[in-house]
């Protein structure tokens, strides 16, 4: 069986450039979308869980700013909790206090899995057409029977049965013929073989790790709280800051007439006596000068 003239044939062709150009496209993708990946990975790296609270900005503008990492994020952001204290005055020490909002909360908590908006179908499939992908191995393994049927359709048709002289010279194109249509279904199974064997491990290879280490950043980062559990925690914040509110406005009276008291001992009275006290040597210096015998107010200066 003659390699190339078998290559040549218009079917084999057709097989091998649908598998040539799937695989090309499938390697393609899979390899910007791994450039993709570590480089929202390396924008994310130097992030932790102990200053994600003041470096919040910065990694929004880094989810924000990569291709895979926005469109997840728009959604995931709205599940965020941001912890705060509530700070209030010792009506003793008169020193400001801080008092947790949640005892067990801390940093940033998010009140959904974070797994359901940073996953492979929001991180992958959705920046390439996996459909193309998916097809392929079909399409493959359907052009063997197709080609097949055909390419045999043909070799019948090209048997010449009008005398054996005839029949004898026809053989060897019908032979010819078949064993085309043979190798199409071996060329169009083996080359879907071939093509879902790449594309698993490029997957797996370059894809996957780079999804997981986004996951794993991510859950790292943000502490998955129930929406009950928050609720409770609001709810006892509120009543920490109705308690703390009544206290303010009971000893609000008291507060406001120390603070005057304190303002006229420190501020008012030193400069009362500033003024007396200079008042005082004015009328000691006119008494002076008028038992002088000199009127005259500008020897006072």
């Not at 959904?112 to 959705?126: G, I, K, Q, R, V």
């Not at 029977?145 to 060897?172: C, N, V």
């Not at 006892?236 to 603070?259: C, D, I, M, W, Y």
Request: charged letters at 20%.
């Amino acid at each position: 069986m003659d390699l190339m003239h078998l290559l040549k044939d218009p079917p084999i062709q057709i097989i091998l450039t649908v598998f040539s150009s799937s695989l090309i496209y499938t390697i393609r993708s899979y390899s910007m979308l791994g450039k993709e990946l570590k480089k929202l990975n390396t924008s994310i790296a130097p992030f932790e869980k102990g200053n994600i609270s003041y470096k919040f900005e910065e990694f929004k503008h880094a989810m924000t700013s990569s291709r895979l990492g926005a469109k997840p994020w728009e959604d995931f952001k709205s599940t965020l909790v941001f912890s705060e204290n509530i700070a209030y005055q010792d009506s003793d020490t008169e020193e400001l206090e801080y008092d947790s909002v949640s005892d067990s909360m801390s940093e940033i908590q998010t009140t959904s899995d974070a797994l359901d908006y940073f996953n492979e179908e929001t991180l992958a499939y959705a920046h390439y057409n996996r459909h193309i992908i998916a097809l392929a191995p079909t399409l493959l393994t359907g052009f063997g029977p197709l080609f097949t049927f055909i390419m045999i359709g043909t070799a019948f048709g090209m048997l010449d049965f009008s005398s054996t002289q005839a029949l004898t010279k026809s053989i060897a194109g019908f032979v010819g013929t078949m064993q085309v249509a043979a190798m199409c279904s071996v060329f169009a199974v083996a080359s879907a073989l071939i093509f879902m064997s790449v594309d698993k491990f490029w997957f797996s290879k370059w894809i996957l790790p780079a999804v997981a280490q986004v996951q794993g950043k991510i859950t790292e980062l943000f502490t998955t709280i129930s929406s009950e559990k928050f609720l409770v925690d609001l709810l006892k914040t509120t009543k920490t800051q109705s308690h703390e509110n009544v206290v303010l406005l009971r000893t609000l009276p008291s507060t406001f007439a120390g603070s005057i008291k304190k303002d006229l001992t420190n501020i008012v009275v030193p400069y009362l006596d500033s003024m007396i006290f200079g008042i005082n040597n004015l009328n000691k210096t006119m008494e002076k000068k008028s038992a002088g015998g000199d009127d005259d107010l500008s020897g006072l200066f």
